[in-house]
């Protein structure tokens, strides 16, 4: 059983950049499709961003798209999430997920069969 861990949470300025970690132990990362959600305050949980067992097919949220990419380097066991033009709306907990089931992405989150604990960013504005 894959654990993860994320990291790279923070306080950022409305427009700033951003980059969170997620390191998987306990498992090979190639061996799961990777996902990126985010839950504000009051909210449901929500997809951000994913990508397949390669990294080659990613897909996004409509809210994020052309402002967020999604990678993974499988070879050290880490996903990232690279968040540029920040706004105070991202505001969430942002998780990251495994799905060991399926070879390329999917938005659903009952797909992910694994999460990390969460961290905090927070965007003022």
């Known amino acids: 059983q894959v654990q993860l861990v994320e990291s790279g949470g923070g306080l950022v300025q409305a427009g700033g950049s951003l980059r969170l970690s997620c390191a998987a132990s306990?498992?090979?990362?190639?061996?799961?499709?990777m996902g990126w959600f985010r839950q504000a305050p009051g909210k449901e949980r929500e997809f951000v961003a994913a990508?397949?067992?390669?990294?080659?097919?990613?897909t996004y949220a409509d809210p994020v798209k052309g402002r967020f990419t999604i990678s993974r380097d499988n070879g050290k066991n880490t996903l990232y999430l690279q968040m540029n033009s920040l706004k105070p709306e991202d505001t969430a907990v942002y998780y990251c997920?495994?799905?060991?089931?399926?070879?390329?992405?999917?938005?659903?989150?009952?797909?992910?069969?694994?999460w990390g604990q969460g961290t905090q960013v927070t965007v003022s504005s």
């Open positions: 997920a495994a799905d060991r089931d399926r070879y390329s992405a999917t938005k659903y989150i009952v797909g992910y069969d694994y």
């Open positions: 306990g498992g090979t990362l190639s061996s799961y499709a």
């Open positions: 990508c397949s067992r390669t990294g080659v097919s990613t």
